[in-house]
């Protein structure tokens, strides 16, 4: 089950998890990570409160999504992330949701495929991990598609 969250100390409690904070940020990305609570930021959060999936407005009917899962929830995230995009899709105006998952996070990758995303593109050199240039991989899904 999805809920709609608005608390920063669940979605705190996620995404700056031991395990979880290296695989969501870049070299740059602020220690400990602080959500940024705001009307036109929506956060999903699971029954457990073991993955939050964050949804940005890109324009007036797209999206980005970010994923973050602690490791309770890994290998069996996808009927989270099936469920929180249908919940996106029913419950907001977007009718594309777009992912940019950095080349080297190889589960992620294979989520985002599994559960129907098609690769769009590559943003060449965009995300600094390690303090070597990545390339992410860019990631759709309209609505109604499978």
């Not at 995303?117 to 600094?128: A, D």
Request: some cysteine.
């Amino acid at each position: 089950m999805i809920k709609h969250c608005m608390d920063p100390a669940i979605i705190s409690r996620i995404v700056n998890n031991t395990k979880v904070s290296d695989w969501v940020s870049d070299d740059h990305s602020p220690q400990p990570h602080l959500p940024v609570i705001h009307p036109s930021i929506i956060y999903l959060v699971d029954e457990t409160e073991c993955g939050v999936i964050r949804i940005d407005p890109m324009n007036c009917i797209s999206c980005y999504v970010h994923i973050a899962t602690t490791p309770k929830m890994w290998g069996s995230g996808h009927k989270f992330v099936k469920e929180a995009i249908e919940w996106g899709f029913k419950n907001t105006k977007y009718l594309k949701v777009v992912a940019y998952v950095p080349s080297f996070n190889d589960h992620t990758l294979k989520l985002v495929q599994d559960v129907g995303f098609r690769q769009e593109g590559i943003c060449r050199k965009s995300f600094l991990k390690n303090w070597k240039l990545h390339d992410q991989i860019i990631f759709g899904l309209s609505k109604g598609e499978k």
